[in-house]
């Protein structure tokens, strides 16, 4: 089962879609800053959205705590935390196994919820790239993808992003940032 998730890129400011959101109802439940750091040992060139996640491992600091690892690939490095002191020491290891680090990213997540939804909006604020809405449901999640997405695009229209149209592709912030050019396609998970 493949998950489809929009990532929209948008056009007005945050104050915009959080005054658009909180008038439809929504609450504003959740807000951080978080700090990616992604390593990789392959070339990425061709790679889609998905794929250049999976060829990655990905430290993650949340609100300038310590950087969670995620997606390990290195068995030969068991560490699920890193203290920024020990940053470069952790980078030192993985450029030994011919690691290099390909990006670097800064973002300001938003977290929207609504009574008897069960999934939420997130407005990304994202360095270097912009403002953008991500979007899945699980409610969708057994549906083929092109249904999955028209479902989703046609939820974020009805809570008033009625910049968004079934021919809007969403931004793919890996891509993008490896190419230094926007990059789009129609599934950002």
Known sequence: MEIVEVGIKLKKGMD?????????????????????????????????????KKACIRLRSCDDGFYQVQNNLLKEIDINEVPLSSLGEFEEKLFKFGYKKIFDTLKYDHHYSKKDMNSKI????????????????ELYYDMPLEA??????????????????YKTLGLDKLRTLYYKRECYSENQN
């Open 16 to 52: 915009y879609y959080d005054t658009l959101l909180k008038n439809k109802g929504f609450v504003n439940d959740f807000n951080v800053k978080t700090h990616d750091i992604y390593y990789t040992n392959q070339i990425l060139d061709g790679f889609r959205e998905s794929d250049m």
């Open 122 to 137: 997130q407005l990304q604020e994202i360095n270097d790239i912009g403002l953008l809405v991500y979007y899945d449901n």
């Open 148 to 165: 999955q997405r028209k479902k989703l695009i046609d939820e974020l229209i009805s809570y008033g992003f009625d910049e968004i149209s």
